[in-house]
């Protein structure tokens, strides 16, 4: 018997008592006892006397600074724009969020707009648990067996402090079903700066993969360095090694273990929160779509996560007894940390700061809703 039953249970036989006879006052405490447990002098005590009314409540501590029927409206929409940041990455993003919301919405409230300058992550993190949710995701690997043994697994070949070493990974917007052809998207997140190129493509071939990495080599801001991939064979192929190796300055080929994700840990954050998040798992099987995809994606969405987008970067860890602890760096933008790369060439990164001068985050936002929409109703289409 639940709290709520029993206490309407004794609420009833309560009322019941104080009305009534000797006589049936005995069959009362009899199902007091039967139903609730109570010893006989208990029944009688418990039924016999008025409920005690709760004391009022005490609230103690601190008052409330950051009250969230304040805060939280305002916070609210650019949260959303943020595509949900968490708490560590707002507070590096808010300085230059909240002016550009400003700017291309509405004024916020002096008292607001102060206290969510103040607030710390923890605090952001509080103010939004209310509003959070959480997704699943799925993985598909057709595993390349020709090259496996050639591409060596990624050690200590990559100097990890460099820009320009990828790791790359393929995303199905299937739907659930892998039958038919379909849309697949090319992921890339540099290791070093989070820099992020993404590329759809039409099923998986081996022509078409390669035709995204080249184009996502194209776009980046430093050299190409380094590749490493799952052992999908849209990558362990002939047609992507000529490309990385005959060349004046080779570009390494490595590869992650089979069935460890941990080994290309970075992308797979990447699927989730620049793919899944915008594209979400809908079946997209109409080749049209692929080239409006490839305009945003290449356009507002990729200047929206490369300029706008803190991330953060696990900087050590400590490990203490038999508990390992993760120390984090401030949270930065992709662009923050291709400005600071001495791998990046000055007339890149003054390039850079004039086009980002150019944009505001929620204008961008708006475009790629916009376009998410339009190709939305593509991909209800069937050719």
């Not at 009899?30 to 208990?42: I, V």
């Not at 005490?58 to 409206?73: K, N, Q």
Request: with cysteine.
């Amino acid at each position: 018997m639940s709290q709520t039953t029993r206490k309407e249970l004794l609420a009833k036989l309560r009322r019941r008592y104080q009305n009534a006879g000797l006589r049936h006052k005995g069959k009362l405490l009899d199902q007091a006892q039967e139903l609730l447990g109570y010893h006989r002098k208990s029944a009688i005590r418990v039924l016999g006397t008025a409920p005690v009314a709760g004391a009022p409540g005490i609230i103690t501590g601190r008052p409330t600074r950051y009250e969230p029927s304040v805060l939280v409206p305002w916070l609210r929409p650019i949260w959303q724009a943020t595509d949900y940041a968490c708490g560590q990455r707002l507070v590096a993003m808010l300085p230059e969020w909240i002016p550009a919301y400003e700017a291309h919405e509405r004024r916020l409230p002096a008292e607001a707009r102060e206290k969510l300058l103040e607030a710390s992550p923890r605090t952001l993190d509080r103010l939004l648990a209310p509003l959070r949710g959480q997704g699943a995701g799925r993985s598909l690997t057709r595993p390349g067996t020709v090259l496996r043994h050639q591409i060596p697994i990624r050690g200590s070949v990559w100097e990890e402090g460099k820009a320009g070493w990828l790791e790359v990974d393929t995303v199905a917007l299937c739907g659930g079903s892998v039958a038919g052809e379909f849309v697949w998207m090319v992921d890339g997140v540099d290791y070093a700066t989070t820099w992020v190129e993404v590329r759809p493509i039409w099923g998986r071939g081996q022509a078409g993969t390669l035709a995204a990495l080249q184009d996502m080599e194209a776009s980046l801001p430093f050299p190409l360095l380094g590749l490493d991939s799952d052992n999908g064979g849209e990558f362990l192929n002939y047609h992507v090694m000529n490309w990385l190796q005959k060349r004046t300055r080779p570009v390494f080929m490595t590869r992650s273990r089979p069935w460890k994700k941990d080994d290309n840990a970075h992308v797979e954050q990447k699927n989730w929160t620049h793919i899944r998040q915008c594209f979400g798992y809908e079946r997209h099987d109409n080749p049209e779509v692929v080239e409006p995809i490839q305009a945003l994606v290449k356009g507002p969405y990729g200047q929206l996560l490369n300029y706008f987008h803190a991330s953060l970067k696990l900087e050590r860890k400590e490990r203490k007894g038999g508990r390992v602890k993760r120390l984090y760096g401030n949270a930065q933008t992709p662009l923050a940390r291709v400005l600071a790369s001495p791998e990046v060439t000055l007339q890149t990164k003054r390039r850079l700061e004039q086009e980002k001068a150019r944009l505001n985050p929620f204008a961008l936002k708006r475009e790629v809703d916009r376009s998410l929409r339009i190709i939305a109703a593509m991909r209800r289409v069937r050719p």
